[in-house]
């Protein structure tokens, strides 16, 4: 007969009242009026009020209820009762509602948790991480799992509409070179070789394109092996797409309505379309950040030209030797902020690479403090007026390289943003970040590197620069942003064999090399490449936003540690020497060891 449930807990309503229903859940919470026991009981549609009247019941079942404690998994059997008058729940979805229990089943019993479920604050986040099927039956987690079902299943059902397959790339493929280090797999058959679990699906969905299969999504799973933070695991979802025979303009457009229909079919959001868009330099020298955040102002004004001849040497020296000085209004902050506070932004932007901050504040004088002092009132004024000052703004600058320049002030605007309390709630601003650089340097190896992969093409006139001016060459690239995070993006692939490997000359790869780790695909040229492009959006950081959260982790069943640790099954372990042998694998037990003290320590 099964378990006979009717309904959820959280499904209970006004017009239920009168049915007989059973319901299976946790117990929530227990209370004790009178001999008249109350137990909440929770599952993951909600909490519903259960009343065990010892009037009713007989006494084995009321003795079990009084027995019941906080997450005892149990069946209610009984009839849908309107509450007496003044005492609904306005706060509880249920609240109107009550259930008079005439049979309770005690399926399972439980220890006192380590949390209580329904804590929102105070229980700390490895706490929670150790035990996380328990945290999963908070409502709030749950709710976001639910969000993020409901994405998927619009973006399939969007894609589907639209003519794409949804088709499978494998696990186990080979390392290619896509910004960060893979995780590799040894073969067991394979003695001395390595599989890499994926990055991205990036050349199987161009492969695809290349057999003709022409629309191809899936929600794919990738793997980094990169240090983590608030909006980055280890393993993550992204909404992988590819498509073929279109160009930039039909991608971006394609893209704006499956992403206005998941807005529209979660949060309930229409989207004006077309979306915003912003080359990456101007982004950059606006907003200091290649995924700016439009929710506010704070923009970034440069003012080289103006400063560049002034009597103020470190203005001036940094206008002749090439590098560019740049600013941002603060209103009202000259008459808010301390000099402690001005201060603590200076070693801000210290921390993120400044030489240091300088500033001055406008008063109906002329202006005070900081570097006023170097300025005639001509060379002032006009300052003033680039920016758009008024009295009691404060004015801050940097002079520097402008990477340098934007890095800081960039950061600076997000932290005032926040300190001021100047970006709305609510607000969802989506914006395309087009016309990037197809290289970018790395001082590390002093050479450029693909900015975005080294698949992404680039705009043709900028062709003949590929290996002779790299920092002129423009990609057929485009981000999006929203409110602040890069949601997503993607590029119109390389299609031709030539400019394939002319673009792995370019980033350092010798002929050898290239067809080494992707002869197979470069071969696939040879056959007809049609043209082709895509985008990928970073699933778990789309939900993220959708669900108001600050960490991927709160959307994510079950998340790693920022140390790329699974607390609960307390992964990675140490593999036996069974395994490691038949794998052909030897340790070093010294070497390993000393990793692991390094580790500790720092």
């Excluded at 394609?254 to 807005?263: I, K």
């Excluded at 030897?586 to 720092?602: D, I």
């Amino acid at each position: 007969m099964g378990f006979q449930r009717t309904h959820f807990c959280g499904e209970l309503r006004a017009e239920h009242v009168g049915q007989e229903v059973v319901i299976c859940g946790w117990v929530h919470r227990r209370r004790d009026h009178g001999g008249v026991i109350f137990i909440d009981v929770r599952d993951r549609e909600g909490l519903v009020q259960a009343v065990f009247n010892p009037e009713r019941l007989p006494v084995a079942e009321f003795a079990e209820a009084e027995k019941l404690r906080s997450e005892f998994v149990v069946q209610v059997f009984g009839k849908v009762h309107a509450r007496m008058p003044g005492m609904a729940n306005p706060n509880l979805a249920t609240g109107d509602v009550e259930i008079y229990a005439n049979k309770l089943v005690v399926l399972n019993e439980a220890k006192t948790p380590p949390f209580a479920v329904e804590a929102r604050n105070g229980v700390d986040e490895a706490l929670r991480l150790r035990y996380r099927y328990l945290d999963l039956r908070r409502p709030e987690l749950q709710a976001a799992l639910a969000l993020r079902h409901k994405t998927t299943t619009l973006i399939r059902e969007f894609c589907d509409q639209h003519g794409f397959w949804e088709i499978e790339t494998p696990m186990l493929t080979k390392s290619t070179p896509e910004g960060a280090r893979d995780f590799l797999v040894p073969s067991r058959v394979q003695p001395g070789e390595f599989y890499a679990l994926p990055q991205s699906p990036q050349i199987f969905k161009q492969l695809l394109m290349m057999g003709g299969i022409d629309r191809y999504f899936q929600l794919a799973r990738c793997f980094r092996d990169e240090d983590l933070r608030a909006d980055r695991q280890p393993e993550f979802t992204q909404l992988d797409m590819e498509m073929a025979f279109v160009d930039r303009e039909d991608i971006l457009k394609l893209m704006e309505g499956l992403v206005a229909f998941v807005m529209e079919g979660t949060v309930g959001v229409k989207l004006p379309l077309p979306l915003p868009r912003m080359s990456y330099d101007e982004a950059m020298a606006r907003y200091g950040s290649d995924k700016p955040d439009t929710r506010f102002g704070l923009e970034i004004y440069d003012l080289t030209d103006i400063v560049k001849d002034c009597g103020f040497r470190v203005f001036a020296d940094t206008a002749a030797q090439g590098g560019v000085v740049r600013g941002i209004n603060v209103p009202g902050a000259g008459d808010r902020f301390a000099r402690r506070e001005i201060d603590e932004l200076g070693e801000l932007a210290e921390n993120y690479g400044a030489k240091g901050l300088l500033w001055l504040i406008v008063t109906d004088e002329g202006s005070r403090g900081g570097i006023s002092k170097f300025f005639e009132p001509s060379k002032l004024n006009a300052l003033v007026e680039a920016v758009g000052a008024k009295a009691g703004d404060l004015l801050i600058f940097a002079a520097d390289e402008p990477q340098v320049c934007a890095e800081v002030l960039g950061r600076i605007r997000l932290f005032l943003g926040n300190k001021l309390d100047l970006i709305p709630e609510d607000t969802w601003n989506f914006l395309w970040v087009v016309d990037w650089p197809l290289f970018e340097y790395d001082d590390t190896s002093r050479r450029f590197q693909a900015a975005h992969h080294p698949f992404t093409a680039p705009i043709m006139e900028d062709l003949p620069l590929l290996t002779t001016d790299q920092e002129k060459v423009r990609a057929q690239a485009y981000d999006l942003v929203l409110n602040g995070v890069e949601l997503g993006g993607g590029s119109i692939r390389i299609h031709r064999r030539d400019v394939q490997e002319q673009m792995f000359k370019a980033i350092g790869l010798s002929a050898e090399e290239a067809n080494a780790r992707f002869g197979f695909f470069l071969d696939a040229f040879d056959y007809g490449a049609p043209p082709h492009g895509g985008i990928a959006f970073g699933l778990d950081r789309w939900i993220m936003l959708l669900a108001k959260q600050s960490s991927i982790r709160d959307v994510i069943a079950f998340p790693k540690t920022a140390s790329a640790q699974d607390l609960m099954s307390d992964a990675p372990a140490p593999a036996v020497e069974k395994q490691l042998q038949e794998l052909h694998i030897r340790l070093n037990p010294e070497a390993v060891q000393g990793l692991k003290q390094k580790e500790t320590s720092s």
